[in-house]
């Protein structure tokens, strides 16, 4: 079945250090790739995606390459802000009649 | 748009009342679920609508919850009767078509706690 592993949580960084969060999938096919972000007390917003291998998607200094020889689709960002703490799900979604499935969410803490 | 609405945003109640959770989609959109997050377990679906027919309900945990969605515009869960390990904050969120495809557009979320 389709599955997406992230890392555990919660990392915890200084401002302006480099952030990789890690998501794999298993899917079969050509899945779509998803990151979507929840800031505290809120609901999750999409952060930026990618439809197919090779795609890189951005959003906000956000940055995730869609590799199908590593079935990874890792987050990154060169320096981070304390406004940027926040839960982080990776999702994945396969071609059918199935909606979106999400990783368990990584908890990121910048610190001034 | 205002964007998903749900209500209340917070409710404290007392084991085996009943609990109604509410939601209003962003007009337009074809697509409407409920999750429910947790600590122990994430982010789970519970149920999703297409059309206001419901096409996947095996994320609802059990007879204790049902969801309905009369009209394009509104959606309902309830939890009847209600036990503590329902605690849990519920989000509904909406997307306008191709399930999957398109972005999901989230609720801020309903905080229960039941006591």
């Known amino acids: 079945g389709n599955s997406v592993t992230q890392m555990e949580g919660p990392v915890t960084l200084s401002e302006e250090a480099f952030l990789t969060i890690n998501c794999t999938y298993t899917a079969t096919g050509y899945p779509s790739l998803f990151w979507y972000v929840q800031y505290p007390g809120e609901g999750l917003q999409l952060l930026l995606k990618?439809?197919?291998?090779?795609d890189k998607g951005s959003n906000k200094g956000f940055e995730a390459t869609y590799r199908k020889e590593t079935t990874s689709f890792h987050l990154e960002k060169g320096s981070v802000q304390v406004s940027d703490s926040a839960v982080y799900f990776c999702?994945?979604?396969?071609?059918?009649?199935?909606?979106?499935?999400f990783g368990k969410g990584t908890r990121l803490s910048v610190i001034a | 748009d205002a964007g998903v609405i749900q209500s209340p945003r917070h409710e404290v109640t007392e084991m085996g009342q009943e609990v109604t959770l509410r939601c209003k989609p962003i007009s337009g959109h074809d697509y409407l679920f409920w999750y429910r997050q947790t600590m122990m377990r994430g982010l789970e679906l519970l149920i999703y609508f297409n059309n206001n027919v419901p096409i996947d309900d095996s994320g609802m945990p059990e007879d204790r919850f049902s969801a309905k969605m009369p009209n394009a515009s509104f959606s309902t869960l309830k939890i009847q009767p209600s036990e503590p390990r329902d605690s849990a904050v519920y989000f509904c969120a909406s997307s306008p078509g191709v399930l999957g495809a398109d972005t999901q557009y989230f609720g801020p979320g309903t905080r229960l706690t039941v006591l």
């Open positions: 999702a994945l979604w396969n071609s059918g009649n199935t909606p979106l499935v």
């Open positions: 990618a439809t197919k291998a090779d």
